[in-house]
């Protein structure tokens, strides 16, 4: 069966230091998202990828995350420098094309 | 105004109970409404989705949805300890997948 991965399941880092996760969606979905969740919370979009273009990246906090899908398939996210608040878990989804999504089994970041 | 609402809960229903959760959301162009299960530290999995006004039927599980009230629900016929767990409504608005913050569900034997 087909699944989202993502790597790596648990990073713990210190504040001020560079962090990366990454993301390959199932083959051939051509829509991938990256979500923020804070434990009690729903997922907060943080970018919309269709192909390696952005639809969205209005909730990203663009001084210190990025992300990228240069060619089409998979993903980084970024966070440089992490924040004691950006501690959460951050899940990666793909979807056929703006159809039902499709997560993969997260990253769990602490920052401390 | 969120876009989309759901009562956080927790929700408690005896084993064997229906459980009926609800979501609303706010932008009247929505075309697609998902429901996910979340079990404590894991990901969201797509358990119904619904596009047409109505119900829809899956084994224990019934998504209904109502567009001019702008209100969507899952039901759980015959709830078992193992549904415990956060339902999170979804729903697809200007290309975005928008999340409510979940509803915490209990079955308690």
């Known amino acids: 069966e087909a699944e989202v991965a993502q790597s790596p399941r648990y990073k713990i880092t210190e504040k001020s230091q560079a962090v990366a996760f990454w993301c390959d969606p199932i083959s051939g979905h051509a829509t991938l998202y990256w979500y923020r969740q804070i434990l009690g919370q729903g997922p907060e979009l943080l970018v919309q990828?269709?192909?390696?273009?952005?639809?969205?990246d209005s909730q990203l906090p663009k001084d210190r995350f990025s992300a990228e899908r240069l060619k089409g398939v998979d993903s980084t996210l970024k966070i440089q420098p992490a924040e004691l608040g950006d501690s959460a878990m951050y899940l990666c989804?793909?979807?056929?094309?703006?159809?039902?999504?499709?997560f993969g089994q997260g990253t769990r970041l602490t920052v401390v | 105004q969120k876009e989309v609402e759901q009562n956080s809960g927790p929700l408690s229903v005896p084993e064997g109970a229906i459980a009926s959760l609800n979501c609303t959301y706010s932008?009247?162009?929505?075309?697609?409404f998902f429901w996910y299960r979340q079990y404590s530290g894991k990901s969201p999995e797509l358990i119904m989705f619904?596009?047409?006004?109505g119900d829809k039927e899956d084994g224990r599980f019934t998504a209904q949805l109502n567009k001019a009230s702008q209100y969507v629900s899952l039901l759980i016929r015959d709830s078992q300890p193992s549904d415990s767990a956060t339902y999170l409504c979804?729903?697809?608005?200007?290309?975005?997948?928008?999340f409510g913050t979940g509803t915490r569900l209990q079955v308690f034997p």
């Open positions: 989804a793909s979807s056929p094309r703006n159809t039902e999504a499709f």
């Open positions: 932008d009247r162009g929505s075309q697609s």
């Open positions: 979804a729903v697809t608005g200007t290309d975005k997948l928008i």
């Open positions: 619904i596009y047409s006004n």
């Open positions: 990828f269709q192909d390696e273009s952005v639809v969205d």
